[in-house]
Structures are given as C-alpha cells and as structure tokens.
C-alpha cells in the first residue's frame, strides 16, 4: 500500500468512499480542501485502488485538525486508517503544528478506540455536533516525530469526559 497526496483525478473514489462512510458530509468540500490545502489531503492505494484517505487542515497557528478519514469497505481493519493517521500527523508535525485535533461521534466506539491507540485523548463532548444531533467526543494529541507515541501531558484520568453546552463548530461542513 502507498500513502499520497490527492490529485483532482482521484475525485469520483474518494466520492465513493466518502458516501459508504458518512451520510452527513458535502462532497464539494473535498474539492474546496484540495484547494486551499494540497498537502492535507492523502489517499491510501493499493493495487492501483484507492482504498482510503483523509483530509486535515490548520485550525490556528499551532494545531492541525483532521477534518475526515474513511477507508473503504472491505479493507477495513487492515491497518490502513492507522497508516493514514500517521501520514497526516507527519504533514502536521512538519507544520509545526503542536497539536493535532479530531472529533468523532460518540457511537463509533471502534474509531475511538482506534485513536485512542494512536494517542489522542478524548478532551470533551460536543452536545448534539452533527446534524442529525448526535454528540461528538473532541480528541487531542500533541505532534512529535512519533506521533504515534506521544499524549497530551494532561491526560484523563477515568475516562471523564467534560460536556460543552455550545458546539464549537456549528457546520463542519462549511470550510
């Protein structure tokens, strides 16, 4: 498998598998990405497939915020979200970003559970984040040459997650 950055030609996978992934997500915005932010968009291919990506961008001066990941249907569990992850914590900690930033929804236990092993930590619940009024858990993890290896230095201890009232972003979708 080969990680690298998303050319326009690669549009139509990267439609197919963002809609198997997400029901909640604008296509068009993969597009406005790329645009604003070559080095923040990468796909995963494998013989010739592209089989997952994910997209990050910088959220302020000092922290890069991974704004989608999916693999395709049928290559999951294949270690190929973990080696995207990786490859985009790498383009941010080349940024001098010192931290990096997430959010997933509070039932897909097997995503955070999967960052979770990579080093974020979940920080806070955003009340009713995405459309359909699910909440979404907000982890973080600091960047370093091994991304993989490092936490934030205040870590949760019990798993205790504090709830935030106001959504911090409204839309996700309209970067």
Same mark, same amino acid.
């Given at each position: %498998? =080969? ?6 030609? @690669?549009?139509?996978?990267?439609? *197919? ?14 597009? =406005?990405?790329?645009? %604003?932010?070559? =080095? ?9 497939? /592209? #089989? ?7 959220? =302020? ?9 999916? #693999?395709? @249907? ?12 990786? *490859? ?17 929804? /509070? *039932? ?16 806070? /619940? ?12 907000? %982890?973080? %993890? ?34």
């Amino acid at each position: %498998m =080969n990680i690298r950055r998303f050319v326009p030609d @690669d549009f139509e996978d990267i439609l *197919s598998i963002e809609q198997e992934a997400f029901s909640d997500h604008n296509p068009l915005v993969y597009i =406005n990405f790329y645009e %604003m932010n070559v =080095n923040g968009f990468l796909v995963a291919v494998e013989d010739n497939t /592209i #089989v997952g990506f994910v997209v990050g961008y910088q959220l =302020n001066e000092n922290e890069g915020r991974i704004f989608s990941l999916a #693999v395709k @249907d049928g290559y999951k569990g294949r270690g190929i979200g973990t080696r995207l992850i990786h *490859s985009i914590l790498k383009v941010f900690y080349e940024n001098t970003f010192q931290t990096a930033s997430l959010e997933v929804r /509070i *039932s897909n236990v097997r995503a955070q559970q999967l960052y979770q092993r990579i080093g974020f930590v979940p920080c806070w /619940i955003e009340k009713k984040y995405y459309f359909d009024g699910e909440d979404g858990v907000i %982890m973080k %993890m600091r960047t370093s040459p091994q991304c993989s290896s490092c936490v934030l230095a205040n870590s949760l201890q019990e798993h205790v997650i504090p709830t935030r009232h106001e959504p911090v972003f409204k839309n996700p979708g309209s970067i």
